[in-house]
């Protein structure tokens, strides 16, 4: 059976997901199935649409190019979720049954999405990829042994931001006495952070206060009257996600705040959140766990074999983009651990519960990384029983008015001293809460 291609154009792709008409591989016999939820409509159709491009582009690729993940055949079938958690719900229901084996594993593209599947899921023995976003403490293997924020959770990002500020600053020690705005979506992923924020204002000595903005985040004047003339703060953290991103660094331009002093989420570090707020933008900052822009082999391969076939699932021109880029990392991180567990049960479909082994033993080397076409996109990962994050660097980037740049050389390590902890008592908390079992992990193995 030929297998039906997404058709590129945002407009046309927009209007068959509002149909409700899903693009496919099929899945048939010997071919292992990616069920691709994704959000091609609504206040957030340019995040899902761009990483759902690169994740399927990826997916495309190995299957022109290599004949799928060691001679086997990768299908899928997307699924609009127009980022509603019952969507989501009904998309996993509708899809963890498809193929000879079952749904190998699901990538929701949303915290509160995650939620509405990850015990679902575990009961199923399906995985759930969260590649840095979802629930922290999923970080916890013991606890959560099906859901994976791998790359870096957003405990370990957060840190990562106050070590950013630090080094602006002359040091840790001159965080005394700062104040900081913690500008956020008023949702569980906004709130997310509160709990480390608050550890790190304490051991450092500097003021944070949560500033919280309403869904989709387009009314924030009396918002930042308060961050400017009550808090006055040294520094803005901006945990949004949408229109809410450029909404919000307008709305600093406008009181005249420095967006070098402005760091927000990777979610508010897209192209699509920098051009809609046109020259207010030039200078804004944000952490992000891969490199932008299109200079890297697996991009080159993809045009080749796939875009230059009339085969691509996006606009040639969001190619290389931010979420563009993260859709392929993902893909290279699904794709990887299907690899890494058909190299323990063998070049066939492999059901959810192998390919969870898979994703506990990933091991993805810089020499892995170089043979992937992604050398300088990503870091390494190293996952365990212990460990479902993997790595946890982070960089800066800043948008120079047209395009981002990488303003960190080097990967900013996180304090895994203080998150660790954190992410093992609430891990432990909804353990007990829940009636789960901890499985038995040797710290070591981490």
């Given at each position: 059976?030929k ?7 945002l407009a046309?792709?927009?209007a068959?997901a509002a149909?409700?008409i ?6 048939l016999?010997?071919?292992?199935f990616?069920?691709?939820t ?8 340019p995040?899902g649409?761009?990483?759902g491009?690169?994740f399927?582009d ?6 022109e190019?290599?004949g ?15 980022y509603q958690p019952?969507r989501m719900v009904?998309c996993y229901?509708?899809?963890k049954?498809?193929?000879e084996?079952?749904a190998?594993v699901?990538?929701p593209l949303g915290?509160?999405?995650t939620?509405?599947?990850m015990?679902?899921?575990?009961e199923?023995k399906i995985p759930?990829?969260t590649?840095g976003y979802g ?5 916890d293997g013991?606890v959560?042994?099906?859901l994976?924020p791998l790359i870096?959770?957003?405990w370990?990002q ?8 630090a080094?602006?600053?002359g040091?840790y020690?001159?965080l005394?006495g700062l104040k ?11 709130k997310?952070t509160h709990?480390v924020?608050e ?6 000595g500097f003021?944070?206060?949560h500033?919280?903005v ?7 004047k ?5 961050i400017s ?5 040294d520094w803005?953290?901006l ?9 919000a660094?307008?709305?600093?331009a406008?009181?005249?705040?420095p967006?070098e ?6 979610w508010?570090g897209?192209e ?8 207010a933008?030039k200078g ?7 490199a932008?822009g299109?200079?890297f ?6 045009m080749e074999?796939?875009h230059n076939?009339g085969?691509?699932?996006?606009d040639?021109?969001r190619v290389?983009s931010i979420?563009y880029?993260?859709?392929?990392l993902?893909?290279?991180?699904t ?7 058909m190299?323990?049960f063998?070049?066939r479909?492999v059901?959810g519960e192998?390919?969870q082994?898979?994703?506990?033993n990933?091991?993805?080397t810089?020499e892995?990384?170089?043979?992937l076409?992604?050398?300088?996109l990503?870091?390494?990962l ?6 479902h994050e993997g790595?946890?660097?982070?960089k ?6 047209d ?6 050389d080097d990967?900013?390590e996180?304090?895994w001293?203080?998150?660790?902890p954190l992410?093992?008592a609430s891990a432990?908390a909804y353990?007990?809460e829940k009636g ?7 710290a070591?193995t981490?």
């Amino acid at each position: 059976m030929k297998a039906t291609r997404t058709l590129r154009g945002l407009a046309f792709a927009a209007a068959l997901a509002a149909a409700g008409i899903g693009t496919a591989e099929v899945a048939l016999a010997e071919e292992i199935f990616v069920p691709v939820t994704i959000y091609r409509t609504g206040p957030y159709a340019p995040g899902g649409s761009g990483v759902g491009g690169g994740f399927i582009d990826y997916m495309a690729l190995l299957n022109e190019r290599d004949g799928g993940i060691n001679g086997v055949k990768i299908a899928w079938e997307e699924c609009e979720t127009a980022y509603q958690p019952d969507r989501m719900v009904e998309c996993y229901e509708r899809l963890k049954g498809r193929g000879e084996k079952g749904a190998t594993v699901f990538n929701p593209l949303g915290t509160g999405l995650t939620y509405a599947i990850m015990e679902r899921a575990t009961e199923d023995k399906i995985p759930v990829l969260t590649m840095g976003y979802g629930r922290t403490d999923a970080s916890d293997g013991r606890v959560w042994p099906y859901l994976f924020p791998l790359i870096v959770n957003y405990w370990n990002q957060s840190t990562a931001k106050i070590a950013y500020i630090a080094e602006q600053e002359g040091g840790y020690e001159n965080l005394k006495g700062l104040k900081i705005a913690n500008l956020l979506h008023d949702s569980a992923y906004g709130k997310e952070t509160h709990t480390v924020l608050e550890a790190q204002a304490e051991k450092y000595g500097f003021e944070v206060a949560h500033f919280p903005v309403a869904h989709p985040g387009l009314d924030q004047k009396a918002t930042w009257l308060q961050i400017s003339r009550r808090f006055k703060p040294d520094w803005v953290i901006l945990r949004g996600w949408g229109v809410m991103c450029s909404t919000a660094i307008k709305e600093a331009a406008r009181i005249n705040f420095p967006r070098e002093k402005m760091i927000g989420v990777w979610w508010c570090g897209s192209e699509e959140d920098v051009i809609a707020a046109g020259s207010a933008a030039k200078g804004y900052i944000t952490t992000t766990f891969h490199a932008p822009g299109s200079d890297f082999p697996v991009i080159n391969e993809i045009m080749e074999h796939v875009h230059n076939k009339g085969n691509g699932n996006i606009d040639t021109e969001r190619v290389g983009s931010i979420y563009y880029n993260r859709g392929i990392l993902q893909a290279i991180l699904t794709t990887e651990a299907i690899r890494t567990a058909m190299d323990k049960f063998g070049n066939r479909p492999v059901s959810g519960e192998e390919v969870q082994w898979g994703l506990e033993n990933l091991n993805i080397t810089e020499e892995r990384i170089e043979e992937l076409g992604a050398a300088g996109l990503v870091s390494p990962l190293k996952t365990s029983c212990f460990d479902h994050e993997g790595g946890g660097l982070v960089k800066v980037q800043q948008w120079d008015g047209d395009k981002w740049v990488l303003i960190t050389d080097d990967w900013i390590e996180p304090d895994w001293g203080l998150t660790r902890p954190l992410v093992e008592a609430s891990a432990a908390a909804y353990a007990e809460e829940k009636g789960v079992a901890v499985r038995d992990c040797p710290a070591e193995t981490g």
